[in-house]
């Protein structure tokens, strides 16, 4: 079927769709045009990108005082502990939640980046890689990740695998902008709207500058940074060397650097009003094209946002009101001839006082007279930061963050707990009402004021997200009235400016919008006239009840339909008894009202449905056997309501295991059992559970084994990476477009081509679940495993019909998502079904100079079904600094962040380039990174590999990737195994990631109450965290790994008799079974000590873990040493290796 017009709840896509294949920009889906993937020629992104050409508006505004920089950096001791970031509160473990995984596009491409060349990073002494980024021999090497450059015009697509080239500007609906909705505009105003692919951006004298924001506080401007050209790849720079053993070469220090800095005399200004991503209020009913992105960002005619104004995607000044849009404070507001002089926030007192605007509470209520409105607290805006964060400069100290570190020095680099999320460098009351890390989470905490500076930082800029995740306090509003920006339909937040009762002040486009009469009702407190204490400006996470302008159709039930494999081998691994068994266990606590529907489909060679239709004595099996042209024996009894048909459903459940007991078939359908789900739920979208335990062989999507088990252990590039065929893919989209998202269950011990399978839970916003070599009796722990994650799914939170989009403040802008979810407009995906477990990433660039901003803001709105049938609307708003100056870039840093970023692009470019591209361009990054500090942060130059304080476990982080199972080499690993590495890092929210990434080890054998926890009256110790080398290993201890989906117990040959006896129930080290995967239960204190520990690290994720508990020579202990990233093997590097050969890198 055609997806051009891709329908939704709340419409029909009549613009450009987009898939999410592994590139970095939108590309467009034709109809008619052939899927094929494999005969397309693949984007590959270490090509060349240009920069981006210049923007309009790059002129003078007004007067600009220079500065002196915010921070100037000074070098100051190492320090000898781990450091936490003043003020910040070091959690003794990472709470429940996490950060938020997969690619396409955005409305901005990316900009120059770090150079990320190739080379060997695996054993020393390292050969000179085979691959190389010269397409030939005579053209030169390009950059390997370039994280924020522009990528030059193309043709048009041919293909979803190909996306168009060319910046598309942030938040702009190209569909709605170019349907001829708009009225015609006023003479003389700057269109905003984006240009078509391809074609040239305007600018020059003709193009009339306007501004918003551009405004210079007197006292606080940040020093206006020049362009700094990107980091060119020398083409004769040549791959890694072996590993240094001398001593590293003594270095002179550099003289500081004198003299003035020399700064521009007038900063460009931003451009003019923000893009919208669909219509702007109007006076027009809405239309498909308004109502194509799930209704977030145009439902129509929103309430409570003053008089609708006709379309209108110009100008800064409204010329439709008359009124010229007030600046920010500091600058003239414009011609509001009634607006007394208190409500412009701009006395002279604030350029002198230390205290926030926000601290300043309004003691007084509104009147009918003019009083002098401050900023209550919990509403401050961007317009208010200026004296607050000049106040928090870094000059007074150099701040812990960025103390030197001399990574070949300091072994003890692994702090004692898990690293804490660093916070923004804002002011206190901001920080208190900011989005959770658990939830929201930047790479870098202070933004760079210019896409220069950010290159020069050499750190990608993305943002990780969790976006439906459980959380225990969640504020749920319901109004008629939902207040957004009129221009770029920001939802009311904690972070924009109240100009005065009636009036506030958009912080991502500056727009001044009215403060609907509805919203001066405060519900908490029952009190009228004070907008800003409404919970929508409390709360940077809240939830919205949608008034029916969010929907085009009635909202749709929870429908379940469950795809079993009934195959020969499927029998014989047991897993449909235990499905059966769980399902009939947890029927009653599916998520749901009255409406709810269920069905089944079995499979093998033929088709098998079953007809539960009220009123029958027992189930009806009904057997197509034609899986070339599948079709539904019974359309209208096949899918039954789960109230009325209870008891049918559950003697089906009763039966199913024992009806395929004796089978012999061995083929399977696969693709044909999918295709006859699909045809199922079109008609109402849902969820289709596929459960499979072998390589499907048989009709539509048939695949033949890709893996060659010789060379699972080879140093060279890893084939079959990326899809067999595009069937999957192709009807991925189309169950995205029917709102059907499917979810696959491989339980095998044969290889099942999950780079194929993959994609039909990839595009349609479904999850992988992967058990190896499952089997009932052979493999009790993984059927454990199976259980409990099983209940989990069938009983967890899930939203039906989802949407998100993320927005941005104006002259940022996204280019590349990474997470599972279709892009069906630039910047809007479409999830079919949203779960509390699934991570997000996106990278950004930074397209205009962000000179005139003190911080920047980042909301990304969650439109979805309840299982109830309620239409919902979940909002997270992030609040950052801006900074001006390099050092300020690096002290705000989060490595765990840029770690699972890393990961994320690291996964894409294996798929589009190949696996040695990926490691190689993991290892420049810190190469880059590292160098960067060294060269442009450090005034005194020093011998030794240094690192800032908040990246001293880059290197560390970076290791354990290159040792991980998705892209390691020289170590057997299977295909399949490889492939859901991957998937887990893109899909699998960041706290999860980083278990899977760097394990925990604890030595668990001497626990005590020692700083222990006291949760809900339940005593939990907290062993240290140990660095993963044999050395922190000894034979009379017990340790325990964390690897997030899995834990091991290693129990040393001399482990004291104590532990045994108490713990293990165990008289000695010989008694200890060898397929231990239970802890007894026993009544002592050693025994429940350590349940409650290993207890609290599993109710922290919402996978189940496997945990194994091995002895020496246990057949599970090679799996148990692979983790041990600090040590040596024989295909790779040492972390003091790896340190050396870094330290070369940056030297040359």
């Not at 390009?142 to 048009?156: D, H, I, L, R």
């Not at 494999?565 to 691994?573: F, I, K, P, Q």
């Not at 004796?662 to 289709?688: D, I, V, W, Y």
């Not at 089997?775 to 009983?795: E, G």
Request: aromatic share 8%; with cysteine.
């Amino acid at each position: 079927m055609s997806t051009a017009g891709i329908n939704s709840q709340n419409g029909t896509g009549t613009g450009q769709t987009y898939t999410n294949g592994p590139s970095q920009n939108p590309v467009g889906l034709q109809p008619g045009v052939s899927y094929g993937m494999p005969h397309q020629p693949v984007y590959n992104p270490v090509q060349a990108k240009a920069p981006l050409p210049p923007g309009p508006g790059m002129y003078s505004s007004g007067p600009y005082q220079a500065v002196p920089p915010v921070s100037p950096y000074q070098q100051g001791p190492p320090p000898t502990s781990y450091p936490s970031s003043s003020g910040q509160p070091l959690f003794p473990r990472p709470p429940i939640g996490g950060l938020p995984s997969h690619t396409p596009p955005h409305s901005a491409c990316p900009s120059p980046g770090p150079r990320l060349p190739p080379a060997q990073a695996t054993p020393p002494p390292p050969a000179v890689s085979s691959s190389s980024y010269y397409p030939s021999p005579q053209q030169p090497m390009a950059p390997a990740w370039q994280y924020n450059t522009a990528t030059p015009p193309m043709g048009p697509a041919s293909s979803m695998s190909m996306p168009p080239r060319g910046p598309v500007a942030n938040h702009v609906n190209t569909a709605a902008s170019l349907a001829g909705l708009a009225p015609p505009q006023p003479p003389a105003t700057y269109s905003s709207a984006a240009p078509p692919h391809g074609s040239p951006q305007l600018s020059g004298p003709g193009i009339p500058s306007t501004s918003m924001h551009g405004y210079t506080q007197p006292g606080t401007a940040p020093l206006p940074m020049n362009p700094v050209p990107p980091h060119p790849y020398q083409a004769g720079r040549p791959a890694y060397g072996p590993p240094p053993t001398a001593t590293p070469p003594t270095m002179k220090p550099a003289p500081p650097p004198t003299g003035t800095p020399v700064s521009n005399a007038t900063p460009p200004p931003p451009k003019g009003d923000a893009y919208c991503g669909g219509a702007v209020n109007n006076a027009f009913s809405p239309t498909e094209a308004d109502c194509q992105e799930g209704d977030i960002e145009c439902p129509g005619a929103v309430a409570g946002n003053g008089p609708q104004a006709s379309i209108n995607y110009n100008h800064v000044d409204n010329k439709m009101a008359g009124l010229t849009q007030p600046g920010p404070p500091g600058r003239h507001l414009g011609h509001y001839p009634s607006l007394p002089p208190g409500y412009q926030n701009t006395s002279a007192s604030h350029a002198t006082s230390p205290m926030h605007p926000a601290l300043q509470a309004a003691t007084q209520p509104y009147t009918q007279a003019p009083h002098p409105y401050q900023q209550p607290p919990g509403g401050p805006g961007p317009a208010q930061l200026s004296p607050s964060l000049a106040a928090m400069s870094l000059q007074s100290s150099i701040p812990e963050a960025l103390q030197v570190v001399n990574l070949l020095q300091e072994r003890n680099l692994l702090p004692p707990i898990p690293v804490p999320a660093p916070l923004p460098c804002l002011p206190q009351d901001l920080k208190r009402i900011n989005c959770s890390p658990e939830v929201f989470r930047s790479t870098l905490t202070s933004i760079p004021q210019t896409q220069s500076l950010l290159s020069k930082a050499k750190m990608p800029l993305g943002l990780l997200l969790h976006p439906f995740k459980d959380l225990s306090q969640l504020p749920v509003v319901t109004s008629s009235t939902i207040v957004r920006c009129r221009s770029c339909r920001t939802y009311i937040n904690p972070f924009v400016s109240f100009l005065d009762q009636r009036r506030w002040k958009c912080n991502l486009c500056y727009r001044v919008n009215d403060v609907p009469e509805e919203f001066m009702y405060n519900p908490v407190s029952r009190s009228y006239g004070e907008p800003h204490k409404r919970p929508e400006v409390q709360n940077a996470t809240i939830e919205f009840i949608a008034p029916s302008e969010y929907m085009l159709r009635p909202p749709q039930p929870a429908v379940y339909i469950f795809v079993l494999d009934v195959s020969h081998n499927a029998v014989e691994t047991g897993y449909l008894k235990v499905f059966c068994q769980s399902l009939l266990d947890n029927i009653n606590s599916l998520p749901g009202d009255s409406r709810t529907k269920i069905g089944f489909i079995t499979f093998d060679s033929t088709i098998h449905f079953y007809n539960l239709q009220e009123g029958l004595s027992q189930p009806q099996m009904l057997i197509v056997s034609d899986i070339e042209e599948i079709f539904l024996p019974t359309p209208d009894s096949l899918l039954v309501n789960l109230n009325e048909c209870k008891e049918l459903v559950q003697d089906l459940l009763k039966s199913l295991p024992n009806l395929f007991q004796k089978t012999m078939e061995t083929q399977s359908a696969l693709g044909s059992a999918l295709q006859a789900a699909f045809k199922l739920l079109s008609p109402t979208g849902g969820r289709m559970s596929v459960f499979q335990t072998q390589l499907p062989n048989l009709g539509m999507g048939a695949l033949q084994s890709r893996e060659d088990p010789n060379q699972r252990a080879s140093a060279k590039d890893i084939q079959h990476l990326s899809p067999a065929t595009d069937f999957y893919k192709k009807l991925a989209l189309d169950c995205s477009g029917q709102q059907v998202a499917v979810d696959l269950f491989l339980l095998s011990s044969q290889y099942c081509d999950l780079a194929s399978l993959g994609c039909i839970s990839r595009y349609s916003a479904g999850s992988v679940y992967y058990y190896p070599s499952y089997h009932h009796q052979h493999n009790p722990a993984q059927v454990d495993c199976f259980q409990k994650d099983l209940k989990r799914y069938l009983t967890r939170k899930i939203g039906f019909e989802a949407v998100m989009r993320i927005r941005c403040t104006k002259g940022l802008s996204i280019h590349t998502f990474h997470g599972n979810f279709f892009v069906r407009s630039t910047d809007l995906l479409s999830l079919p079904n949203v779960n509390p477990d699934a991570g997000f990433a996106v990278q950004m660039s930074i397209e205009e100079n962000l000179d005139d901003m003190q911080v920047v803001s980042f909301q990304a709105a969650l439109l979805y079904t309840s299982s109830k049938g309620e239409r919902r609307i979940r909002v997270h708003t992030l609040c950052l600094p801006v900074v001006n100056s390099l050092s300020d870039v690096f002290a705000g840093a989060d490595v765990q962040a840029v770690t699972g970023l890393l990961a994320c692009m690291a996964v894409d470019r294996s798929v589009t380039a190949s696996l040695s591209d990926a490691r190689d361009a993991m290892t420049n990054a810190g190469v880059d990174s590292l160098s960067s500090f060294r060269q442009s942060v450090l005034t005194i130059q020093q011998p030794g590999l240094l690192a800032p304080a908040c990246l001293r476990l880059f290197p560390l982080y970076i290791l354990a990737l290159l040792k991980q199972k998705a892209f390691r080499t020289g170590t057997s690993t299977r295909l399949d195994d490889r492939l859901f590495a991957m998937y887990q890092l893109k899909y699998q929210p960041l706290i999860y990631c980083m278990l899977m990434i760097h394990p925990a080890l604890y030595r668990i054998d001497d626990l005590s109450d020692e700083g222990a926890l006291n949760i809900n009256e339940r005593i939990i110790p907290q062993p240290r965290l140990l660095q993963l080398s044999v050395e922190k290993l000894s034979r009379d201890g017990a340790f325990l790994m964390d690897a997030g989906m899995v834990m091991y117990l290693w129990i040393g040959r001399n482990c004291h008799p104590n532990f045994l006896t108490q713990v293990l129930g165990v008289p000695n080290y010989a008694a200890v079974p060898e397929n231990l995967y239970l802890l007894p239960e026993l009544d002592t204190a050693e025994s429940q000590r350590t349940g409650a520990f290993l207890g609290w690290l599993r109710d922290q994720r919402p996978f189940s873990t496997c945990l194994h508990i091995i002895r020496d020579e246990s057949q599970l202990k090679p799996h148990f040493m692979q983790n041990m990233i600090e040590d040596r093997t024989e295909s790779a590097l040492s972390y003091y290796e790896f340190l050396l050969h870094l330290q070369q890198q940056i030297s040359k």
